[in-house]
């Protein structure tokens, strides 16, 4: 029987606790942050996403004089407008030939070629070759998460 006592008491404990915090809650209230309902379309017009669906490539450079090749590991970025679903949807059917065309490109050099060359020449070569691909729309930058020669 005590037992029974001591716990009706704790339940009736919880359960005016859970009154009182409740009480409590709604006598202080907080001034809650507004958010807008609408995005201004300047904002909306910058606003850009990276499409990363190619993932990491591993790519073998043409053989140099000594007969060599380089293994690159690279993983290409490409920034897009995130409001053209449209576009984004086109990139992700042509995921495989962006791929080919970056692969194509590493592996037509030798590591020399591709060190003679700055980031910027290699990056917009790449940009013209893609973008020739694309019927709705252009990408206007890509970048290189991983760039390693081994």
């Known amino acids: ?3 029974n006592k001591v716990l009706f008491s704790i339940l009736i404990f919880i359960f005016v606790t859970i009154i009182i915090g409740t009480i409590y809650c709604f006598i202080q209230k907080k001034e809650s942050i507004k958010v807008p309902e609408t995005i201004s379309p300047e904002i909306k017009q910058n ?3 990276y499409f990363t669906e190619l993932g990491q490539l591993r790519l073998s450079t043409k053989p140099d004089k000594n007969d060599k ?3 690159i590991i690279l993983t290409p970025l ?17 995921k495989l030939q ?3 065309i970056i ?5 037509s ?8 060359k700055n980031e910027h020449a290699i990056k917009s070569d790449l940009l013209a070759s893609i973008n020739s ?3 709705l729309g252009k990408i206007e930058k890509i970048f290189f998460a991983d760039f390693q020669f081994l």
């Open 103 to 107: 692969s194509n490109y590493f592996t």
């Open 47 to 49: 606003q850009k996403s």
């Open 133 to 135: 691909i694309l019927a």
């Open 109 to 116: 050099k030798s590591i020399n070629e591709i060190k003679q």
């Open 69 to 71: 090749s380089t293994i």
């Open 1 to 3: 029987m005590n037992l």
């Open 78 to 94: 490409i920034e897009y407008d995130s409001n053209n679903r449209i576009f984004y949807e086109e990139l992700d059917t042509k």
């Open 98 to 100: 962006i791929s080919q």
